[in-house]
């Protein structure tokens, strides 16, 4: 499966942002999809994740409650809305997908991944 993010780009402090992933192939429903982001200089992190089988979603603490992630299997798309966005959040967003994942918040469970999109949070 191929992936490719889009929605990036630069917003102030307490703007809203909506990330997408749209995915190649024909399997997509059955594949568990995730973001991650990686600031400059810092390691690459677990942002949200969503279960190709039930639909349960996992949120990193430090995002719960103002990011939302959801899929539109008839558009094999995952998209990652993102609201209050604060500067530190700063970073590439990374889309991730694997039909095998059980460590949700594990990049190693993701065998598939997008190029990046930059997200850009002025202060």
């Known amino acids: 499966v191929q992936l490719v993010e889009s929605g990036g780009g630069l917003v102030q402090a307490g703007d809203s942002l909506r990330l997408s992933c749209a995915a190649s192939?024909?399997?997509?429903?059955?594949?568990?999809m995730a973001w991650f982001r990686q600031a400059p200089g810092k390691e690459r992190e677990f942002v949200a994740a969503?279960?190709?089988?039930?639909?349960?979603?996992y949120y990193a603490d430090s995002v719960k409650g103002r990011f939302t992630i959801s899929r539109d299997n008839a558009k094999n798309t995952v998209y990652l809305q993102m609201n209050s966005l604060k500067p530190e959040e700063t970073a590439v967003y990374y889309c991730?997908?694997?039909?095998?994942?059980?460590?949700?918040?594990?990049?190693?469970?993701?065998?598939?991944w997008g190029q990046g999109t930059l997200v850009t949070v002025s202060s």
């Open positions: 192939g024909r399997t997509f429903s059955r594949y568990s």
């Open positions: 969503i279960r190709w089988d039930s639909g349960t979603t």
């Open positions: 991730a997908a694997d039909p095998g994942a059980t460590a949700w918040r594990r990049s190693y469970s993701y065998n598939y």
